[in-house]
């Protein structure tokens, strides 16, 4: 729930058709869950919440109201719960969270990543906004391996300043290119590490597929995803992949952005004709507001005011229905509420019951669908042929 950064096309390689030598060469690569709150404390899983919706009003171009816990100057308390990979850049490996939602590669939130022997500068100064973060710095490219291909001439953002990151080194954006536009000084727009690996060859087709997992028991670091570069990896998904238009216009265009056709809770429908994106950067699902509000009256929720999550004093029961087009994504009362066994981490109560499906707010980009959906459904986000596919998680 976080990000969108920098770059610079001066430097980018780019190739024409006939010149790019594609290879039919996928990769594939591990990733490790990482939750980097505050063990038993509520007010970090709030934060989480929070965070989200700081980036609907990034989107929407809409300033947070109340106070956000990671923008400006100070501390960062932990609150990311990130999916993360190691990328080598230079040589250098550093743990970057892996994020659709933004569109370029930085490091040093935590240690100096000024270039090494290898790097050139380019000269350009970075600066990004996320709505719940941000880093500035300088640019400079280098050779970038991950997941066993390498892009050379990539462009990085070496942060000076960087606020919102706790634990984690930076960000790789597989986010569309339009979100780099005016991150960097000396360019428009840059090249993500996902259309150079294309550029240059090493991909077949500029499609990513994510494999994300459910963290078993109380445990919050588990090696429970993966990322396909190039392709998409039969193994992690049953039955057949279907394929959503990415939206072309409006807030949500920028960003792997899909029309919702209606949310329901059982019987009911909750909110219709929503547009929202797919991040991989977001951890809970956010509804529209109104959706939101029809959903605590049918469960008997209320907002709860430690947490910020939806509390339930009686377990729901019926299934939560998201619907693309004319298909239909179902999670049951297991699949969209915390599990217990992670109560006593996140500091929440016992005896309630609480949801991943939280207020997306009731204009503009109202919806994202986040990590708590991703996690049982296998996602595919194809700049190829523009359109974003989902299939049920194997």
Known sequence: MFFAALLTAAVAVSASPVERRATNQTA????????NI?????????????????RMNKI?????????????????????VSYVAPVSIGGKT???????????????????????????????????????????????????????????????GAASTSSGFTSVDGIIGFGPVDLTEDTVSTADTVPTFLDNLYSQGSISTNVLGVSFKPESGSD??????????????SSKYTGSITYHSKLTSG??????????????????????????????GTTLIYIPTSGYDKFLSATGGSTDSSSGLAKFSTKPTSNFVIKFGSTSYTLTPAQYLVPTAQYSYYGLT???????????????????????????????????NSRIGFATAA
């Open 28 to 35: 594939v690569l591990s990733l490790t869950h990482v939750s």
């Open 38 to 54: 505050t063990p038993g404390n509520a007010t970090s899983i709030k934060n989480i919440v929070s965070k989200g919706q700081a």
């Open 60 to 80: 929407n171009g809409v300033q947070a109201v109340g106070p956000n816990p990671d923008a400006g100057s100070g501390s960062v308390t932990n609150e990311d």
């Open 94 to 156: 550093w743990q970057l969270i892996v994020d659709t939602g933004s569109s370029n590669t930085w490091c040093g939130a935590q240690d100096s990543c000024e270039k090494t022997s290898t790097g050139k500068s380019t000269g350009g100064t970075v600066s990004v906004s996320y709505g719940s973060g941000s880093f500035s710095g300088t640019e400079y490219t280098d050779t970038v391996k991950f997941g066993g291909l390498s892009v050379s001439g990539q462009s990085i």
């Open 220 to 233: 919050e670091d588990d090696t429970n995803g993966e990322l396909t570069l190039g392709g998409t990896d």
């Open 251 to 280: 807030d949500a265009s920028e960003y792997w952005g899909i029309s919702i056709a209606s949310f329901t809770y059982g019987s009911e429908t909750l909110s219709s004709g929503a547009s929202g994106i797919v991040d991989t």
């Open 350 to 384: 016992s005896g309630k019951y609480y949801a991943w499906i939280n207020d997306g707010g009731d204009s503009g980009v109202d919806t994202i669908i986040g990590q708590k959906f991703l996690e049982h459904y296998y996602a595919v986000f194809d700049t190829t």
